[in-house]
């Protein structure tokens, strides 16, 4: 999903011309879609013009397919620095909503993130992943979809050690079926010395986590 950055004086009709099978463009909401149908390392360039009441601007776009990363810088919006512990769904969908209604989104900023702090103490679901607190995060998914809607891209925290650094559930444990709790924390000052490969547990539980999240569920 890419929304289209344009400044400019609004009311505004943005058209996109030359994109590859797989991909759509929602004019309404200025929004890329889709899954590109050939995969093969590739560049697609494509076609943006924008016009509104003072004239007309167009500029070629570059859609590159392969191992490089990072070619449109990210930005956007991440929840440790504002909530830190106490982020919420109410206090996330508010900041998604003041990107949007100041225009960041025109700039650039299309990343809303959800640092540490939103996840409970339990796994579970079709992939055993971790599940958010019910009462910070009553309904992640429609979270999801609220900011999916905005045009906006949703981001999550996790890590791969058996605790995060705020004291929350990680990607890993020393439970075979990933059961935790607050016994588990890691003492940081003490793992700085003995090194960060001692922070994992023995058994990997981010491909579930990952699985999870791609289903939503």
């Known amino acids: 999903m890419y929304s289209i950055p344009v400044t400019g004086q609004r009311p505004m009709d943005i058209f996109v011309t030359g994109l590859p099978e797989g991909l759509s463009y929602d004019m309404k909401k200025n929004i890329i879609s889709g899954i590109l149908k050939d995969t093969i390392n590739k560049t697609y360039t494509v076609n943006f013009k924008a016009v509104n009441s003072l004239g007309s601007a167009e500029r070629k776009f570059d859609i590159v397919v392969g191992d490089e990363i990072a070619l449109t810088?990210?930005?956007?919006?991440?929840?440790?620095?504002c909530y830190?512990?106490?982020?919420?769904?109410?206090?996330?969908?508010?900041?998604?909503?003041?990107?949007?209604?100041?225009?960041?989104?025109?700039?650039?900023?299309?990343?809303?993130?959800?640092?540490d702090g939103w996840q409970g103490n339990l796994?579970?679901?079709?992939?055993?992943?971790i599940m958010p607190d019910s009462e910070k995060f009553p309904d992640i998914v429609e979270l999801s979809e609220n900011i999916h809607d905005m045009g906006l891209k949703f981001g999550i925290y996790s890590t791969p050690w058996i605790s995060s650094y705020a004291g929350y559930i990680g990607g890993s444990?020393?439970?075979?079926?990933?059961?935790?709790?607050?016994?588990?924390?890691?003492?940081f000052k003490?793992?700085?010395?003995?090194?960060?490969?001692?922070?994992?547990?023995?058994?990997?539980m981010d491909a579930n986590d990952a699985r999870q999240w791609l289903i939503g569920k």
Request: charge should be positive; aromatic fraction near 10%.
């Open 73 to 81: 810088p990210p930005m956007g919006w991440s929840s440790w620095i």
């Open 84 to 115: 830190k512990k106490n982020v919420t769904q109410d206090g996330v969908l508010k900041q998604a909503k003041a990107l949007k209604s100041v225009g960041l989104d025109r700039y650039g900023y299309s990343y809303v993130n959800i640092d």
């Open 123 to 129: 796994r579970g679901g079709k992939y055993n992943a």
């Open 173 to 187: 444990s020393n439970n075979e079926d990933g059961k935790w709790d607050k016994s588990m924390l890691i003492n």
């Open 190 to 204: 003490k793992k700085e010395i003995e090194g960060r490969a001692s922070r994992h547990g023995k058994f990997k």
